[in-house]
């Protein structure tokens, strides 16, 4: 058993995970391999990549008991895909599988089942939702979960630390020879910035359409050298559950208050300059900084080199109004944003790796000035969870979190101080997943407070007249009001290891009692 | 306080809480809690419950919560009125009342 450097312990080693490493700074570990390179197969002339069906995939990819299979979720609540796949795994009486997609959601509870029948056994994911998630807090997997950022898994797949053998990818739009995109028909999704590691990787690359569309299908975000497979199927996901319509302002007046606070930390910080960039999450309160802080721009001149993440409508908006001139997309998160792409030069598709991967030669979050993230829990060291609810219960993604934190120059997180009766600034976070020396402030509706290490911006903000507190003085208040909570009580058993970008253990999950 | 007939007070929105106050044949107080927070907050609950029914003097009561994460002021203001509303008491002393 190890303390790590923010003070969580962490085993040294764990029965079929293996030998685990602490974490011990955000840029501590300096990477000792080489890039991994999938197996060399090959396509002859005159062979036809076109197969019946997911059953024939599986066969010709040779998948057996004890491999690794990846997934996207691009489709988000409307991924077929995942349960399709798993489902036909299964009947072919192969076992043992682990699952690596980039994150899993409410609408993969089947896998339950598919745990229970031994064909899943471990779990590599950014996040968790729904009664999935349930089960696995209640301890249903023998193995733990290892929970990725979006940046650390591109980082794992291109060290080999993750070594997929079939990547079964979702594309709404495909030629027979494998080049496929996001753009086009009825599953469409945008970006498919998630999927171009895996299919860059994997041993075996699988890409199931329900939208055949002549050769060739260019710009490809996946390219016909890296795919083996092509299955046609009549559905592939619920466009319901792909892409949401427009996104909403909030009209809370709390989330405004917040975001009016969180605007005046950004325009007195000295980063609201021209050429500056920026990432924004898709809450309420974040969406309606965004909105603020456009004002300001039209308002000073002030123009965006770039916008990075997770898009929004509201970012092409402003993209197409002249206020950013590139937008950097792994993954749209509307249908204005998924549009966009297709037809927007401007609007440019990346991968996970060059979104966020800190062992490349220069990720895309190193280059970010700001970024506005949520959290659903804070400590007083500025640790923040995003990932356990706080009953302990596993209930949300690591996404790019730590990863903006940790490359941007300004992190923020925007959160009410309290949640019905939960307040948000704790004393201790139930999960790290990003640690507090990369967060720099903490915008309340009741108060801010910035990172003692960040002494320039506690100068700068002193002298304006927003509500400055220490975060300890925000965790009593969020107390005096609501009661402090009694610690959750968790079991012995580990259900899941949170992995820091770098590839280091920041956290444990324990089962819930 | 008697506690004559089935009365509630509240609602299940977001941060409220409903109680429903029940005559019951037998001594004491018989409390059935269900909190959204029950984890992190339920025994706090209960305290708050049981004092406010001891300033009240209520001695006999089936109370039924359904707690939506509400604050203690809201629990407190609840209960008060679905006690009241048992007991069939149409004027409240507000001065009194602490």
Same mark, same amino acid.
């Given at each position: 058993?190890?303390?790590?450097?923010?003070?969580?312990?962490?085993?040294?080693?764990?029965?079929?995970?293996?030998?685990?490493?602490?974490?011990?700074?955000? *840029?501590?570990?300096?990477?000792?391999?080489?890039?991994?390179?999938?197996?060399?197969?090959?396509?002859?002339?005159?062979?036809?990549?076109?197969?019946?069906?997911?059953?024939?995939?599986?066969?010709?990819?040779?998948?057996?008991?004890?491999?690794?299979?990846?997934?996207?979720?691009? *489709?988000?609540?409307?991924?077929?895909?995942?349960?399709?796949?798993?489902?036909?795994?299964?009947?072919?009486?192969?076992?043992?599988?682990?699952?690596?997609?980039?994150?899993?959601?409410?609408?993969?509870?089947?896998?339950?089942?598919?745990?229970?029948?031994?064909?899943?056994?471990?779990?590599?994911?950014?996040?968790?939702?729904?009664?999935?998630? !349930?089960?696995?807090?209640?301890?249903?997997?023998?193995?733990?979960?290892?929970?990725?950022? @979006?940046?650390?898994?591109?980082?794992?797949?291109?060290?080999?630390?993750?070594?997929?053998?079939?990547?079964?990818?979702?594309?709404?739009?495909?030629?027979?020879?494998?080049?496929?995109?996001?753009?086009?028909?009825?599953?469409?999704?945008?970006?498919?910035?998630?999927?171009?590691? !895996?299919?860059?990787?994997?041993?075996?690359?699988?890409?199931?359409?329900?939208?055949?569309?002549?050769?060739?299908?260019?710009?490809?975000?996946?390219?016909?050298?890296?795919?083996?497979?092509?299955?046609?199927?009549?559905?592939?996901?619920?466009?319901?559950?792909?892409?949401?319509?427009?996104?909403?302002?909030?009209?809370?007046?709390?989330?405004?208050?917040?975001?009016?606070?969180?605007?005046?930390?950004?325009?007195?910080?000295?980063?609201?300059?021209?050429?500056?960039?920026?990432?924004?999450?898709?809450?309420?309160?974040?969406?309606?900084?965004?909105?603020?802080?456009?004002?300001?721009?039209?308002?000073?001149?002030?123009?965006?080199?770039?916008?990075?993440?997770?898009?929004?409508?509201?970012?092409?908006?402003?993209?197409?109004?002249?206020?950013?001139?590139?937008?950097?997309?792994?993954?749209?998160?509307?249908?204005?944003?998924?549009?966009?792409?297709?037809?927007?030069?401007?609007?440019?598709?990346?991968?996970?790796?060059?979104?966020?991967?800190?062992?490349?030669?220069?990720?895309?979050?190193?280059?970010?000035?700001?970024?506005?993230?949520?959290?659903?829990?804070?400590?007083?060291?500025?640790?923040?969870?995003?990932?356990?609810?706080?009953?302990?219960?596993?209930?949300?993604?690591?996404?790019? @979190?730590?990863?903006?934190?940790?490359?941007?120059?300004?992190?923020?997180?925007?959160?009410?101080?309290?949640?019905?009766?939960?307040?948000?600034?704790?004393?201790?976070?139930?999960?790290?997943?990003?640690?507090?020396?990369?967060?720099?402030?903490?915008?309340?509706?009741?108060?801010?407070?910035?990172?003692?290490?960040?002494?320039?911006?506690?100068?700068?903000?002193?002298?304006?007249?927003?509500?400055?507190?220490?975060?300890?003085?925000?965790?009593?208040?969020?107390?005096?009001?609501?009661?402090?909570?009694?610690?959750?009580?968790?079991?012995?058993?580990?259900?899941?290891?949170?992995?820091?970008?770098?590839?280091?253990?920041?956290?444990?999950?324990?089962?819930?009692? | 306080?008697?506690?004559?007939?089935?009365?509630?007070?509240?609602?299940?929105?977001?941060?409220?809480?409903?109680?429903?106050?029940?005559?019951?044949?037998?001594?004491?107080?018989?409390?059935?809690?269900?909190?959204?927070?029950?984890?992190?907050?339920?025994?706090?609950?209960?305290?708050?419950?049981?004092?406010?029914?001891?300033?009240?003097?209520?001695?006999?009561?089936?109370?039924?919560?359904?707690?939506?994460?509400?604050?203690?002021?809201?629990?407190?203001?609840?209960?008060?009125?679905?006690?009241?509303?048992?007991?069939?008491?149409?004027?409240?002393?507000?001065?009194?009342?602490?």
């Amino acid at each position: 058993m190890a303390i790590n450097k923010i003070g969580r312990e962490i085993p040294d080693y764990i029965e079929g995970i293996g030998e685990l490493k602490s974490y011990e700074g955000p *840029f501590s570990v300096e990477p000792a391999k080489r890039r991994f390179g999938r197996k060399i197969s090959t396509i002859t002339p005159k062979q036809s990549k076109i197969l019946e069906d997911i059953e024939q995939a599986i066969i010709e990819t040779g998948l057996k008991d004890g491999m690794t299979i990846s997934f996207h979720h691009h *489709f988000r609540e409307g991924d077929y895909i995942i349960n399709m796949v798993v489902d036909t795994i299964a009947k072919l009486g192969i076992k043992n599988i682990t699952l690596a997609p980039s994150s899993l959601n409410s609408v993969h509870a089947p896998i339950i089942e598919h745990i229970k029948n031994g064909v899943i056994t471990k779990i590599e994911t950014s996040g968790l939702r729904g009664s999935l998630a !349930d089960a696995i807090s209640k301890g249903i997997l023998e193995y733990p979960v290892k929970i990725r950022s @979006h940046g650390g898994r591109a980082r794992a797949i291109e060290a080999g630390d993750v070594k997929i053998d079939v990547a079964f990818l979702g594309v709404p739009a495909c030629d027979e020879y494998g080049n496929a995109n996001g753009h086009s028909g009825k599953s469409f999704c945008g970006s498919l910035g998630y999927a171009k590691v !895996d299919a860059q990787y994997a041993d075996k690359v699988v890409l199931i359409t329900d939208n055949l569309v002549p050769y060739p299908n260019v710009p490809a975000s996946i390219a016909q050298t890296d795919v083996d497979f092509v299955v046609k199927m009549d559905a592939i996901g619920d466009p319901k559950g792909i892409v949401s319509g427009a996104t909403r302002y909030t009209k809370n007046p709390r989330e405004l208050l917040i975001a009016k606070y969180a605007a005046t930390v950004i325009k007195e910080s000295g980063y609201l300059a021209d050429g500056f960039s920026m990432q924004c999450g898709t809450g309420g309160a974040s969406l309606a900084v965004a909105r603020s802080i456009k004002q300001t721009m039209i308002e000073k001149d002030i123009k965006a080199s770039f916008a990075l993440g997770g898009i929004t409508g509201q970012f092409v908006e402003m993209l197409e109004e002249g206020l950013i001139n590139k937008l950097y997309d792994t993954q749209c998160f509307d249908l204005t944003a998924a549009k966009s792409i297709g037809t927007n030069p401007n609007h440019v598709e990346i991968d996970a790796g060059f979104y966020a991967n800190p062992h490349n030669k220069g990720c895309a979050v190193n280059v970010l000035d700001i970024v506005i993230l949520s959290a659903l829990e804070v400590d007083t060291e500025f640790n923040v969870n995003v990932i356990t609810g706080s009953d302990g219960v596993l209930r949300g993604a690591s996404g790019g @979190h730590c990863d903006t934190a940790a490359g941007s120059k300004l992190s923020i997180i925007v959160a009410p101080l309290i949640r019905g009766r939960i307040p948000t600034i704790v004393e201790n976070v139930n999960t790290v997943i990003t640690p507090g020396e990369t967060i720099d402030v903490v915008v309340t509706d009741r108060g801010i407070a910035v990172n003692p290490l960040r002494t320039d911006l506690i100068e700068k903000l002193s002298k304006t007249n927003l509500p400055i507190f220490t975060i300890e003085e925000l965790k009593e208040k969020a107390e005096k009001i609501a009661g402090k909570p009694k610690a959750i009580q968790y079991g012995e058993k580990i259900v899941a290891l949170v992995e820091y970008r770098d590839g280091t253990i920041i956290d444990v999950i324990k089962e819930v009692k | 306080m008697n506690v004559k007939t089935i009365a509630m007070a509240g609602t299940l929105e977001s941060s409220d809480v409903s109680i429903v106050v029940e005559p019951s044949r037998n001594e004491g107080i018989t409390l059935e809690l269900n909190s959204l927070v029950e984890k992190q907050y339920g025994e706090q609950i209960k305290c708050v419950v049981l004092e406010t029914l001891e300033q009240l003097k209520v001695k006999k009561a089936i109370v039924k919560i359904h707690d939506k994460g509400a604050l203690d002021c809201v629990i407190i203001a609840r209960l008060q009125t679905a006690v009241l509303r048992a007991a069939g008491v149409e004027t409240f002393n507000w001065e009194e009342e602490k």
